[in-house]
Nanobody, 115 residues
């Protein structure tokens, strides 16, 4: 059973920075592709950033150049560094772990960007 626990959400002003973290309770963390998704009420959950087990990264166009995803396999954690945040970044952010057909989600952390 994989458990993912997000932390670091909160209220931030436009243009500010925030760092989200996700701790995974799985011994084989390094084999998982890890990702951050976000969801606004009434909208579908969307991919924000992904980092594969091979350390390749993918970003949504809306966050390119502002957000950075990273992972620490030794600590079994994945981070999302958010910079130059905008009000449209306001959402619940979810951590995701995927290995072939298996996918796991955290409970989410709220990020609110004030204008």
């Amino acid at each position: 059973q994989v458990q993912l626990v997000e932390s670091g959400g909160g209220l931030v002003q436009t243009g500010g920075s925030l760092r989200l973290s996700c701790a995974a309770s799985v011994m084989s963390f390094s084999v998982y592709d890890m990702a951050w998704y976000r969801q606004v009420p009434g909208n579908e959950r969307e991919l924000v950033a992904r980092i594969t087990r091979g350390l390749s990264t993918t970003y949504a166009d809306s966050v390119k150049g502002r957000f950075t995803i990273s992972r620490d396999n030794g600590k079994r954690m994945v981070h999302l560094q958010m910079s130059s945040v905008k009000p449209e970044d306001t959402a619940v952010y979810y951590c995701n772990a995927a290995y072939y057909q298996a996918t796991h989600w955290g409970q989410g952390t709220q990020v609110t960007v004030s204008s």
